[in-house]
């Protein structure tokens, strides 16, 4: 019972808001979207935000991760992390962002006004204050 209780309190210690650890922190990477001010207008209430991250190689998606944002507002500071494995480690140490609005309910599908934001390189995990910016259409 009391080994019960304590795996009980570990785990409510490790998923309460706001207590994340130095290496969970390094297993993630931060930053704000913005949106070009001339595409601004592109974007409707019903826009969900999507956060795509994934490892290249050889013209692969790797590891690919999506996270659904349903409702956003601009700047918005977003974290993107990885899958991790059984003993909390990461696949890769650095993936590509592309963060998109979708307009249609379909991440893999591409409407007329959705934008996106990509990152031209991979990106290192833990990195902060990554600035990314809506400026193009999805094609």
Do not use: C
């Not at 019960?4 to 390094?26: F, K, N």
């Not at 704000?32 to 013209?59: E, F, N, Q, S």
């Not at 991790?84 to 650095?94: C, E, L």
């Amino acid at each position: 019972m009391k080994h019960w209780l304590l795996i009980s309190i570990g785990l409510a210690l490790a998923l309460a808001p706001g207590a994340g650890s130095a290496e969970g922190e390094m297993q993630a990477i931060r930053g704000t979207l913005t949106v070009a001010p001339d595409l601004a207008h592109h974007i409707g209430p019903d826009d969900r935000l999507i956060i795509k991250l994934y490892h290249p190689k050889d013209g692969i998606e790797l590891d690919a991760k999506y996270q659904i944002v349903p409702s956003f507002s601009l700047p918005f500071a977003f974290l993107a992390a990885p899958s991790i494995d059984m003993n909390a480690r990461t696949k890769y140490d650095a993936y590509v962002l592309e963060l998109f609005t979708d307009k249609n309910d379909d991440v893999l599908a591409t409407a007329p006004g959705e934008l996106i934001a990509r990152t031209p390189a991979p990106v290192p995990l833990g990195t902060t204050d990554l600035q990314l910016e809506l400026n193009a259409t999805r094609e």
